[in-house]
């Protein structure tokens, strides 16, 4: 059975349908005039909650008088405009076309379309180098009110293809507040869409499965073509990793602001040196480590064990990092060349690299998860932690040998969401213990990274 369609999208079946007429010529980007009938009230208002109208010149109640009910408004930025025609198309690989206005940058771009159910960290998502190669859609309606800020990165890049959204904010209002959402994907040249059936998408999406999508601004490109993209374009079996690693090793010493610190047990805090293998690793993950007082040496995804090792470090992480886990057997063959030397902590793709490394495979899911308020269960002590998690690819647990422990389970499908091995001094998490998506329940992994590191050194 499928999942029915709104009347706004349209089914690029066979024979397929020629361009349509009614797309609208895309607006320029850059700040104009525009007339709107809105009540000066209410963009009174706007500019009173939001730097995006600063510029924004209202005629005086005496010239509106006069000149009748129009009002005059400089504009400038993406917020959302319901006034704007609908200038991109989102085409999937099951051949709907899903039409849409566009923000930040234009163009045409390929990915997979994902579904992320977190209702906050919209910054942190698009900065997670993991989404490489992967449209977003946030199935949270109201995205782009808080803007973004200088503190909520989670790397220095925008990795992810593009964000599919169903309002962009039409103001932001955050203390932190410093560039808005459209204005901030612009400048890193990721394109978003606003104003699509976000709720139908994701309806497609858990009934079929991630779908490949291309979005695409140009009116050149015929639906037919950007359908061709799609279908032609594979992101399994493809090495994601060395394209959002670092390039060379470098020191990390920033701790988790005292703010927003939330682990004031100082005796936890040990001085233990931590080797990160950068798979498109998340800085709170750093940060973590760091207020848990390590001393870090982030290396490149490429970088030989024997150099590692070389380091004589406490500890070592493999980090997340986007794309399929099979198609990267060299970081594989790192980890094997890694275990049973020094304790080891594996997060998300590092999970996925060590289950292999193990002995395990590994499987694409149908549609992954993606959001902020995943159930897990750890086996160990009985809790349930909400967490955060960010993956399309699972270890399977029936392929592991004997010694290794399935220590944690996604409770809604019962995936393998965290494994150990005593004997090889080894913890992985499939989610994310360093995000804090309002419940800090994952962070005591961090705790029980510096025990293994500290029992290892009695
Ligand atoms: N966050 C991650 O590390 C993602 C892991 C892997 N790329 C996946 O999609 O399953």
């Known amino acids: 059975m499928s999942c029915p369609l709104p009347s706004s999208v349209e089914i690029l079946a066979k024979p397929l349908v020629p361009k349509a007429a009614s797309m609208e010529k895309p607006q320029p980007v850059a700040t104009k005039v525009i007339k709107s009938l809105l009540p000066l009230k209410i963009i009174n208002s706007y500019a009173a909650h939001s730097k995006r109208f600063s510029k924004l010149q209202v005629v005086s109640a005496q010239q509106r008088a006069e000149g009748g009910s129009l009002i005059y408004a400089h504009y400038d930025g993406d917020v959302q405009r319901p006034w704007k025609t609908a200038d991109a198309r989102l085409v999937l690989e099951d051949g709907s076309i899903w039409r849409a206005k566009s923000f930040g940058a234009s163009g045409t771009q390929v990915g997979e379309v994902v579904f992320n159910t977190s209702l906050t960290g919209y910054q942190e998502i698009l900065t997670d180098p993991s989404y490489a190669g992967q449209f977003v859609l946030m199935t949270n309606p109201h995205i782009g009110n808080t803007g973004v800020n200088p503190d909520d990165e989670e790397s220095s890049q925008c990795?992810?293809?593009?964000?599919?959204?169903?309002?962009?904010?039409?103001?932001?209002?955050?203390?932190?507040?410093?560039?808005?959402?459209?204005?901030?994907?612009?400048?890193?040249?990721?394109?978003?869409?606003?104003?699509?059936?976000?709720?139908?998408?994701?309806?497609?999406?858990?009934?079929?499965?991630?779908?490949?999508?291309?979005?695409?601004?140009?009116?050149?490109?015929?639906?037919?073509?950007?359908?061709?993209?799609?279908?032609?374009?594979?992101?399994?079996?493809?090495?994601?990793?060395?394209?959002?690693?670092c390039m060379t090793p470098y020191v990390w010493s920033d701790k988790t602001h005292l703010e927003w610190e939330f682990n004031n047990d100082q005796k936890l805090v040990e001085n233990f040196h931590v080797v990160s293998y950068d798979f498109g690793i998340k800085h709170n993950i750093l940060r973590r480590l760091a207020s848990y007082g390590c001393k870090i040496t982030v290396v490149p995804s490429k970088w030989p064990s024997s150099e590692t090792l070389k380091m004589k470090p406490d500890g070592v992480l493999f980090s997340n990092g986007p794309g399929d886990p099979a198609a990267v057997p060299y970081a594989v063959e790192t980890v094997k060349e890694i275990i049973?030397?020094?304790?080891?902590?594996?997060?998300?793709?590092?999970?996925?690299?060590?289950?292999?490394?193990?002995?395990?495979?590994?499987?694409?899911?149908?549609?992954?998860?993606?959001?902020?308020?995943?159930?897990?269960?750890?086996?160990?002590?009985?809790?349930?932690?909400?967490?955060?998690?960010?993956?399309?690819?699972?270890?399977?647990?029936?392929?592991?040998?004997?010694?290794?422990?399935?220590?944690?389970?996604?409770?809604?499908?019962?995936?393998?969401?965290?494994?150990?091995?005593?004997?090889?001094?080894?913890?992985?998490?499939?989610?994310?213990?360093?995000?804090?998506?309002?419940?800090?329940?994952s962070d005591p992994a961090f705790r029980e990274f510096i025990e293994l590191m500290k029992a290892n050194k009695t």
């Open 340 to 441: 049973g030397k020094v304790p080891v902590f594996g997060i998300c793709m590092g999970h996925q690299l060590l289950g292999q490394a193990l002995g395990g495979k590994t499987f694409k899911m149908k549609f992954g998860h993606h959001g902020g308020n995943h159930p897990v269960g750890n086996l160990r002590n009985g809790r349930v932690e909400i967490s955060a998690q960010n993956h399309n690819y699972a270890v399977d647990p029936a392929s592991l040998p004997p010694r290794v422990e399935v220590t944690h389970v996604n409770l809604n499908d019962k995936s393998c969401a965290g494994l150990a091995c005593p004997e090889l001094k080894l913890m992985s998490l499939q989610y994310h213990p360093e995000s804090s998506p309002g419940p800090h329940d």
């Open 159 to 245: 990795f992810l293809a593009g964000l599919v959204i169903r309002n962009l904010s039409i103001c932001t209002s955050n203390w932190r507040c410093t560039e808005s959402l459209g204005d901030y994907l612009a400048k890193r040249n990721i394109m978003g869409i606003y104003d699509v059936d976000t709720r139908a998408i994701t309806r497609r999406l858990r009934q079929d499965g991630s779908l490949i999508g291309v979005l695409s601004t140009e009116e050149s490109q015929t639906n037919e073509e950007l359908l061709e993209i799609a279908r032609k374009w594979k992101i399994v079996g493809v090495d994601l990793i060395s394209g959002v690693s």
